[in-house]
């Protein structure tokens, strides 16, 4: 690559279940100048802008990026749209990354939101279309047979998801923008309904309205903030949702995507190398799957890494300092939320829940059925 | 035989619209018969009004009453309306800058005849007789001479394509069929259009049993949406045998209790006189009483 | 910057409806045709990149089904873009500017037959002040062809003879939908669609599908003997609102054109993607194009419009002049949005 890339701003609305408070506009406006504060910069700084969000059927306006440019300052300027179903936050980034890397632009925004609250998700992925099989089993009975699979592949503790959600709500306790903020003990998670079985209500992400926005700089504008993120690898790999052999549980794609990443970054052992990593975990038994997936924990014995207690805050190797998507879920954001919270770490701005002495984080996005992925690799280092 | 399917399909929904202060203030007056624009921080006066204006820039929140008239900026004649048009009479699209505004508004012009329309032209705003707050409460100009729904109504006619349409006929005559790339050989139910592994087509059609393993499985305990089933009811992967990929179906014959992964199942068929091209043929997969698939034949599926 | 080129394309013939074929049956023939033109298999592809939209099929997530198409093992590297294929082509672009690969694919799939454009479209408009009109894109464009007239900036007669044109030159592109000879003065006897635009000034509808490969450095002088190497790639957008802009000219254009270069040398060949006749004479003064310059010589969207995937056929068709030897420099550009809101522009060139 021709030129290095920093993360010198990060911006992000207060998550709700509904932003009623705020038009499209107003929430993709708040996280950008949030981020542009925090880059010291204005909009006249920026050269161009990618923006990602999941399917235009969550909000109803097709190609939201022509209407949303005036509330972006975008006329005159490219304005590029990421598509790639849940991932398309950390996708979103990775092209922005490349923008700068590959000496196109200087000086990029990058920016991802989810409305969900205008819409119902669960209409927009499911419409009766003649001849595809009727959806029959909702969100979350895509991947509880999924997760039925790994339990019964690692023999896996069966508290190891409740023990994530908790975790996971804990952390969120510490962040002032997280949807929920939920102070759960293990029983209480244990004792939540039974939605889609192995899965309980607790073990479960909620629905958020919010945005994400992030600056992204060449070297010679990095100087303009004291603590830059340097974006030391970015990697993208995606399969198919179906095929003869596939491994769903621990999918091919993600075990690439991550090999790619580290190999780009220079690493050769990420437990040893990585301080933390802000991981896409909707469902809480996702954690335990993708520490074996990401190279983190050998196959089988990621669930381990979690009874342990190595993935907490003050753990071995946090996972999720943010809350992750437990406690947020804006969909669009969500992959991006994830890429925002590893940079904040290596900058040292992540406030309560800042895992001392962060140098090297990951953030991680995955879509479809478990089949698109995004990671990204940041540090404090050049 | 192999003629393709299709079929119309509506997509229809009312989204929930937050409009943020600018733009809910002044389609909330509307309902009042109240028209007004927002000043931009370089004193410009913009109807319908916008939080940013074009240079990015965030407009100021003063509002200005408006008369409510104005000049035609642009227009063009609809002879034949389609169907989500204003009217269902010919009538004018237009740009139409209201009196004291530095903008212009699209909206439609009822002028009886194309001939009435010029570029130019004055107009008055109608109301509409019924509001709900939103552009529309504007019911048009003619000559002088925050939730705002969002419904959105489109119909398509869609077809499943030439692999899917042999699918669907096979289910029709109570048979699964695959396809599968002959250099692969590996079968895909129901068929695609290449096989990943070689990226070649799925020339070949197979036919597959209607029985198999079940590999993993759910038990769905919760209400959502849309849902046909009453909860709690079980939803698996199934590998039919002779098939490389799993499909997925609903459970059933059997307690929730004693379902298991790598259990035998067989499609439970509705009546033969009822079979469409339709996955919904088979009612749900039920258990044979054979004894289950051992782990290892079917973990690669898992 | 590293040097990309265009080394191949394919394209499905543009045809008002293809029935039978779903999102892979329709990605399949046009990416394998374009890999094997240069001798490479998917196994060589560095980055996959694909453009579409969940409205045309009224499905969200429609592209997922489209790397059905593809052989997708091992995992590929791919990304997409909910824009025009040409779109996906900047990613690309962009994706080979980082260094590690060479080779790229970029497809796009568009079956315009499925559902109502003109109304699928309004769905771009501003949902509290414009989508709740129903203001079609046949009319938004309509509004903008009028107001070149008021501007005496054209005539209806000038729409007719960009149409004339267009059509006369698709009579060589078997992959054209709409050709052959149209008088002008019939075309103005039609009646109004929406005024000023009759149905002959209104492209067709069209399903398609197209694929090209880009190479990097000496990858591409190994697979061609003249690549059509990228020299300039520029993107632009405006205001949103249609009362916020003059609509009788383009600056994200001409502001596009220029970051382009367009205008540091002559060009040979133009292929622009404008579906209404006007937006060709609109796109010809933002670009600084004179008489010179054969613009759409394969008949452009106005005889060929397959959404989502015009806009890279005009990529494909300006790459295969400077492929073939025909131009030494050429342009492609791609529009996205209502009434040329977005534009994107190329300098495709031969040495």
Same mark, same amino acid.
């Given at each position: ?382 | ?302 | ?136 894109? +046949?009319?938004? &464009? !309509?509004?903008? #062809? ?5 501007? *005496?900036? %054209?005539?209806? =007669?000038? /729409? ?51 694929? +090209?490969?880009? &190479? !990097?450095?000496? #990858? ?5 003997? *003249?690549? %059509?190497?990228? =020299?300039? /790639? ?118």
């Amino acid at each position: 690559m021709a030129e290095h890339c920093a993360v010198i701003g990060i911006g992000q609305t207060k998550h709700r279940e509904s932003r009623r408070d705020l038009s499209m506009p107003g929430l993709v406006r708040d996280a950008a100048l949030r981020a542009l504060q925090d880059a010291d910069m204005t909009w006249k700084d920026i050269d161009s802008i990618v923006i990602g969000t999941a399917p235009d059927m969550f909000e109803g306006v097709m190609m939201p990026e022509l209407w949303l440019s005036d509330a972006l300052g975008a006329a005159g300027k490219p304005i590029f749209r990421v598509h790639t179903a849940g991932s398309v936050g950390g996708s979103t980034a990775v092209v922005a990354a490349h923008l700068v890397q590959g000496g196109v632009h200087e000086k990029v925004l990058t920016l991802a939101f989810e409305k969900q609250s205008e819409a119902n998700a669960m209409w927009a992925l499911s419409p009766a279309i003649p001849f595809q099989p009727q959806l029959v089993a909702g969100a979350g009975g895509y991947f509880a047979p999924l997760i039925r699979s790994y339990i019964r592949r690692s023999d896996a503790h069966p508290d190891t998801g409740c023990m994530v959600a908790v975790k996971d709500r804990q952390n969120g306790l510490l962040n002032p923008n997280a949807h929920l903020h939920l102070d759960l003990t293990l029983e209480q998670v244990k004792a939540s309904p039974m939605l889609w079985d192995p899965i309980r209500f607790s073990e479960t992400c909620p629905s958020s309205d919010g945005a994400v926005a992030m600056v992204l700089v060449s070297d010679k504008h990095a100087g303009r903030v004291k603590n830059p993120a340097w974006v030391k690898g970015t990697s993208v790999r995606t399969e198919r949702t179906f095929f003869a052999g596939r491994d769903q549980v621990n999918p091919a794609a993600g075990k690439l995507c991550a090999k790619d990443v580290y190999g780009e970054a220079g690493i050769t052992n990420p437990t040893k190398e990585i301080d933390c990593a802000e991981v896409y975990v909707p469902f809480s038994w996702f954690e335990p799957m993708w520490l074996e997936n990401l190279g983190f924990a050998d196959e089988g014995e990621g669930w381990k890494m979690t009874m342990e207690g190595k993935t907490a805050l003050d753990g071995e190797m946090p996972w999720n300092m943010s809350g992750g998507v437990m406690c947020t879920n804006p969909i669009g954001a969500s992959g991006m939320l994830r890429f925002a919270e590893a940079a904040r770490q290596v900058r040292g701005t992540a406030e309560q829940h800042q895992v001392d002495g962060a140098k090297v984080a990951v953030g991680h996005a995955y879509g479809g059925g478990s089949q698109f992925f995004a990671m990204w690799v940041v540090s404090s280092e050049r | 035989m192999n003629e393709i399917l299709s079929a119309p399909y509506v997509l229809e929904y009312t989204y929930t619209r937050s409009t943020g202060p600018v733009v809910g203030r002044f389609l909330e007056n509307l309902r009042y018969e109240v028209l007004e624009g927002v000043k931009t921080a370089d004193g410009r006066v913009l109807c319908p009004p916008l939080e940013y204006d074009e240079e990015g820039e965030p407009t100021t929140g003063e509002f200005v009453p408006l008369r409510p008239s104005g000049t035609v900026k642009s227009w063009s004649w609809v002879q034949e309306p389609r169907k989500g048009h204003p009217f269902d009479r010919p009538f004018a699209w237009a740009l139409i800058q209201i009196d004291g505004t530095d903008n212009a508004m699209v909206h439609a012009v009822d002028a009886g005849k194309a001939k009435r329309m010029k570029t130019g032209m004055r107009v008055r705003l109608r109301w509409a007789d019924e509001k709900n707050g939103t552009i529309r409460d504007i019911a048009c100009f003619e000559p002088i001479a925050p939730f705002l729904p969002g419904p959105v109504h489109l119909e398509y006619d869609v077809n499943p394509g030439k692999h899917y349409t042999a699918y669907l006929r096979g289910l029709q005559e109570g048979k699964f069929i695959g396809g599968r790339d002959p250099e692969a050989g590996k079968v895909y139910v129901p068929p695609r259009g290449a096989d990943p592994m070689t990226g070649n087509p799925t020339s070949e059609y197979v036919e597959v049993a209607d029985v198999g393993v079940l590999t993993t499985f759910t038990i769905i305990r919760i209400p959502f949406e849309g849902q046909k089933l009453t909860p709690p009811y079980c939803f698996g992967a199934i590998v039919l045998d002779g098939a490389d990929t799993p499909i997925y179906h609903l459970i059933s014959g059997v307690p929730h209790d004693d379902i298991r992964m790598g259990m035998r199942v067989k499609a439970k068929w509705k009546p033969q006189d009822e079979w469409e091209t339709s996955l919904e043929n088979i009612l749900y997969f039920e258990p044979t009483g054979e004894p289950d698939a051992p782990f290892d034949s079917y973990k690669e599926h898992l | 910057m590293r040097d990309v080129a265009i080394v191949s394309f394919s394209q499905l013939p543009s045809v008002k409806a293809i029935e039978a074929a779903d999102e892979p049956e329709l990605v399949q023939p046009v990416t394998s045709d374009a890999m094997k033109q240069v001798g490479l298999t998917q196994d060589d592809i560095g980055f996959t990149c694909s453009g579409s939209t969940d409205y045309l099929p009224g499905r969200p997530f429609s592209f997922v089904a489209a790397v059905d198409g593809l052989k997708a093992w091992p995992p590929l590297r791919e990304s997409h873009v909910e824009m025009d294929g040409a779109f996906a082509l900047y990613e690309a672009w962009v994706r080979l500017m980082h260094g590690d690969i060479d080779t790229a694919l970029v497809f796009s799939f568009g079956k315009s037959s499925l559902g109502p454009v003109p109304d699928v479209l309004n769905l771009q408009n501003d949902p509290y002040y414009v989508q709740p009109l129903g203001l079609d894109s +046949i009319s938004a &464009a !309509a509004l903008q #062809a009028q107001a070149m007239i008021d501007a *005496r900036k %054209a005539t209806e =007669r000038d /729409f007719a003879e960009v149409v004339a044109r267009n059509r006369k030159s698709a009579a060589d592109n078997p992959n054209a939908q709409i050709k052959g000879d149209f008088s002008v003065d019939e075309m103005l006897q039609e009646p109004y669609i929406s005024s000023p635009l009759r149905k002959s000034f209104c492209p067709p509808l069209s399903d398609s599908a197209a694929a +090209i490969v880009l &190479a !990097a450095g000496d #990858a591409a002088k190994k697979l061609v003997n *003249r690549p %059509a190497w990228i =020299r300039g /790639f520029d993107h632009r957008t405006e205001p949103h609102a249609l009362g916020q802009r003059d609509l009788t000219t383009s600056p994200s254009t001409k502001l596009a054109a220029e970051k382009a270069g367009v205008g540091q040398g002559k060009v040979d060949v133009a292929e622009l993607h404008a579906p209404f006749a006007h937006q060709e004479i609109i796109l010809r003064e933002a670009m600084g194009l004179g008489d010179g310059v054969s613009v759409n010589p394969s008949g452009g969207a106005l005889a060929a419009n397959s959404l989502m995937t015009a806009g890279l056929i005009r990529f494909g068709e300006a790459a295969n002049r400077v492929l073939s030897g025909d131009a030494d420099r050429a342009v492609a550009h791609t529009t996205n949005g209502v009434c040329l809101q977005h534009n994107l522009v190329a300098v495709l060139e031969g040495e």
